[in-house]
């Protein structure tokens, strides 16, 4: 029972865009705030975005403000992020996850995530 879905990675070149999907399951839906994280080998996980639903706000790496936007939706109970002017330093693997807390300046990343979808930025 795979209670984080992630889809979209793949490899595009610098500018272009990508949009990860995340569906996760009902549970997790209704316990937490939904949101991704990246990791790159030897480097620190860190967290891209998380969404507020009850809230309807948003945080936001500096690294990604102004190109990345997430988005949820409660029809099909999903979570996008919208990649747009990508860059190579975006190359990682990317993880839908579950959060504690999603505020607009911190986040707390809970115990659950799924099993990642690579983004690879190359020319």
């Known amino acids: 029972q795979v209670q984080l879905v992630e889809s979209g990675g793949g490899s595009v070149q610098p500018g272009e865009s990508l949009r990860l999907s995340c569906a996760p399951s009902?549970?997790?839906?209704?316990?937490?705030?939904i949101g991704w994280f990246r990791q790159v080998p030897g480097h620190e996980r860190e967290t891209v975005s998380c969404i507020n639903r009850s809230q309807g706000t948003s945080y936001y790496a500096d690294s990604v403000k102004g190109r990345f936007t997430i988005s949820g939706d409660n029809v099909k109970k999903t979570v996008d992020l919208q990649m747009d002017t990508l860059k190579p330093e975006d190359t990682a693997v990317y993880y839908c996850?579950?959060?504690?807390?999603?505020?607009?300046?911190?986040?707390?990343?809970?115990?659950?995530w799924g099993q990642g979808t690579q983004v690879t930025v190359s020319s």
């Open positions: 009902e549970s997790m839906w209704n316990q937490y705030d």
């Open positions: 996850a579950t959060f504690f807390w999603c505020g607009v300046q911190n986040t707390q990343l809970a115990d659950y």
